[in-house]
Structures are given as C-alpha cells and as structure tokens.
C-alpha cells in the first residue's frame, strides 16, 4: 500500500533575507506566514498528505521552499542544483529525506536547476529556462528520465521567477496558464485553462488527488476552475507570495511505499 507524502519545511526566522528577482523587498510578517504555513500544511494532511516536516534552517531564508531542491518522479529523486549560491545548502537536508523513498540522482555543474522550473504533466517534463534555471540542466535531466519514458522540453518564458510561477497542472493533461508570460504553444498536446486577466500571480496552484487548491488571492481564477468542473479549495498565502514564493514552492508532493 502506498501513501502520500508531503515534505515540507517550517518557515526560517531569516526569511527577511529571501533571494528576490522580480519583487521589491517589504516586509515579511514571520508570524503571520508561519501561521499560513501551518494551514496549508493542515490543507494537505486533510487531503490525505502524510506530512514530513523538515526542521527550520535558520542559516537558509528560502529554505521553506522545498519544491526548488528535488524533482520527484515515480521513479528517482533528482537533487537540484539551485540557481541561486544562497540556496545550495539546503539540498543536504532533502535528499536525506527524500532518499528513503526514492533512489537519488545529482544536477551536477555546469548546470543549473531550480524545482520551480520544472512542470511535470504526464510524461511531459517542461523545463523553465530562467535566471535560476540553464540548458545544461536540461541535457542532465534529460539523461536521468530517458529510460522511464518521459520527454524533456526546455520552455521561455519571461516576467516571473519559476516556470510554475507561469503555468502549472491542474489534471494529467491540463494547465492553468497565464498567458502573458509563457507561449501557450510551449505546451502543445495539453489543454489550458487561462487565470482571470486581473490575477497574473494565480496561475500557481496544486493538484492534491481530485482537489486543486489556488491561492484565495486569486478568486476569479478559482472561479474559472471551478465552472471546468474542477474541485478547487482556497489557501492563503500572502505573507510568503512576498517573498517571491506561491503554492507548489512549499512542498514536494508523492507517493511512497515507504511509511
Ligand atoms: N525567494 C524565492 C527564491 O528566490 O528562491
């Protein structure tokens, strides 16, 4: 029997500090996005998500952001090589986690990977190509992956930090997309859902089971969701939205034969 896992990280005291790309810095309430924090890991665990809570690295500000530092398949675990140097420590601490259920493989130099480029929809992989993110990566992932079928596609895109910042999946052959910044033709074979013109931001969301939970910043979005038949739960994540993260950001997200 098989179970899912969520592998999440308490929010770092340092989170002040988070790489910035595309935001200008303001304050962060650390209490308020621990708490937000701490519901959207309660929305998980009442889907079903069995929880595995990484402990607060106070040394790593986007350490919260766990989605960045693996990619998990069915098959392997790839450990990134995060774009940003402030990032790279954080990997120990995740494949550790990640190594029970899965075997390991290295993004290795000179590429570059953040988890946030990297869309998985069926056996299609799109790969963002970001200031985070580079071609070489593309190559390496493309060699991990080969032999389980999957197809591997670099993607531009532009306005954003992450690829899922732009486009993410909604079901195995459906995207919510924002369409100002990516090409809805990167996605060729897969139906898209476009966000509501005035939320850009909303096109974050995740897939848990049948649910897909989308920022409640975002309600006309939701909306949309919803009226496509799509069983959609609001989670509110503004205190962490300014730290340039979303929804995926906070979790990695499988299932394990491990308990
Ligand atoms: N602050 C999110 C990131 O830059 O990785």
Known sequence: ??????VTRGVSSSISECELTHLDREPIDVDLARTQHARYERVLADLGCCIERLVEEPEFPDSVFV????????????????????RRGERSSIEAALQPHRPIQHIGAPAILDGGDVLVVGRDVYVGLSTR??????????????????????????????????????????????????????????????????????????????????????PRTGERLSAEGFDVQPVEATELAKAEGALTCCSLIFESAQA
Not at 67 to 86: F, H, K, N, Y
Not at 182 to 211: K, Y
Request: aromatic fraction near 8%.
């Open 133 to 218: 993110t580079n071609v070489n990566s593309v190559r390496q992932l493309r060699e991990f992956v080969a032999d389980y079928g999957y197809r591997v596609t670099g993607v531009g895109f532009k306005d954003c930090l992450h690829l899922k910042s732009s486009a993410t999946a909604v079901s195995d052959d459906t995207l919510l997309v924002n369409p100002d910044w990516v090409d809805l033709s990167a996605f060729s074979g897969q139906a898209c859902i476009v966000v509501d013109p005035a939320e850009p931001r909303g096109a974050n969301v995740i897939r848990v089971g049948d649910t897909v939970l989308f920022g409640a910043d975002f």
């Open 67 to 86: 989605e960045d530092i693996a990619i998990v398949l069915d098959e392997v675990a790839i450990i990134t090589r995060p774009g940003a140097l402030s």
């Open 1 to 6: 029997m098989s179970i899912r896992v969520a």
